[in-house]
């Protein structure tokens, strides 16, 4: 099958799976994702099953990144903070729904496979650093938007503490194998607004730097 097709097919499959964000799916059409993955997985990359990427790590499937993009509720003026750059595919989706990415990724190695990526496909609007993500990105905040990539064992009330009224943030919580991927909307009154909108497996959310 060639990528045009199998970007048709993922895109009618994304609808199918519930996606009904137009903007999240055309640039989900548009943005090419085998740029994110090594040239063994250069094939299957159209397909909407999650894939490994570099030092045991994994791009998520396109329905989760489909999904957690469209939970965002981005309108293209949002300052967006990611936990989580991997390979940077959803950084990449994120920076064509909103004015601008802060990512974070703890392990450099991968960090930098991403920033090379980004500087290739011109995607001049992602700011990204090594750190530790727990923590969030404070000096850059507060933010219209906040993802986590990888599990937050418990309600991450670091990254909650960065997030606009109004804003939003989605991200995986809980310390198994399995995860709920919850939402959280910050309410006028100070109050989060959380509700839980499916499972989901991510690699958990590890302490400090590496690499
Ligand atoms: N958004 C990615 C998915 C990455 S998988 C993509 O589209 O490809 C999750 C990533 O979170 C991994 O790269 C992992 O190294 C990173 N990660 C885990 N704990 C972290 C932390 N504390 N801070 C920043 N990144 C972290």
Redesign the pocket.
């Known amino acids: 099958m060639d990528s045009q097709t199998g970007r048709a097919q993922l895109i009618l499959a994304l609808r199918q799976q519930g996606i009904r964000d137009a903007r999240v799916l055309d640039v989900m059409e548009t943005t090419p994702r085998e740029a ?1 993955v090594g040239d063994e997985f250069k094939n299957k990359a159209w397909e909407n099953q999650a894939l490994p ?1 570099q030092y045991g ?4 499937q396109p329905f989760v ?1 489909g999904a957690m993009s469209a939970a965002l509720e981005l309108k293209g003026h949002e300052k967006v903070l ?10 990449a989706i994120l920076s064509k729904l909103c004015r601008r990415v802060f990512t ?4 450099r190695p ?1 960090l930098r496979i991403a920033q090379s990526r980004f500087e290739q496909l011109r995607l001049n609007n992602i700011v990204s650093k090594c ?4 923590l969030g990105w404070p000096e850059q905040g507060p933010y219209d938007a906040i993802i986590s ?2 599990a937050c064992p418990t309600r991450p009330d670091k990254l909650l503490s960065q997030l606009k009224t109004g804003g939003i943030l989605v991200a995986p919580v809980g310390m198994g194998s399995v995860q709920e991927l919850l939402r959280y909307r910050l309410r006028d009154d100070g109050i989060f607004e959380e509700e839980a909108l499916m499972d989901v497996r ?6 400090g730097i590496s690499g």
């Open positions: 994110f990427i790590q994994t791009i998520s990144v990611e936990i989580g750059t991997g390979s940077g595919y959803q950084s974070i990724e703890r392990y991968l750190a530790d993500g727990a990539t990888c991510f690699v958990p959310l590890l302490p």
